[in-house]
């Protein structure tokens, strides 16, 4: 199974990216997809989660400024990032929960990263 993120970028403060992330290979099934991020220096923190019940969680920072959805007939998440700021300059990771053919318990699997860099 293999996650391949893209969609990041350059972006002035106020601006907004759409990042995608597709899952592929043997999936039975994925489970939760989401989306962390990691700044310089700092430790990888979750920013968003949907589960394949089409429920959502976010973290405090970005409530109200991003939406993470899914399509699932393609095994792909997105992360529409609206109102950025210049502290959501981060690599940002996808992750899903896959239940691979063979298997009956789900696999955590990363994508390689994106980097988004929001100037003041």
């Known amino acids: 199974v293999q996650l391949q993120a893209s969609g990041g970028g350059l972006v002035q403060a106020g601006g907004s990216l759409r990042l995608s992330c597709t899952a592929s290979?043997?999936?039975?099934?994925?489970?939760?997809m989401s989306w962390y991020r990691q700044a310089p220096g700092s430790q990888r923190e979750l920013v968003a989660v949907a589960t394949n019940g089409d429920n959502t969680n976010y973290a405090d920072f970005v409530k109200g400024r991003f939406t993470i959805s899914r399509d699932n007939a393609k095994n792909t998440v997105y992360l529409q990032m609206s109102s950025l700021k210049p502290e959501d300059t981060a690599v940002y990771y996808c992750?899903?929960?896959?239940?691979?053919?063979?298997?009956?318990?789900?696999?955590?699997?990363w994508g390689q990263g994106t980097l988004v860099t929001v100037s003041s």
């Open positions: 290979g043997l999936i039975r099934r994925i489970n939760a």
């Open positions: 992750s899903a929960a896959v239940v691979r053919y063979g298997s009956n318990r789900p696999s955590d699997y």
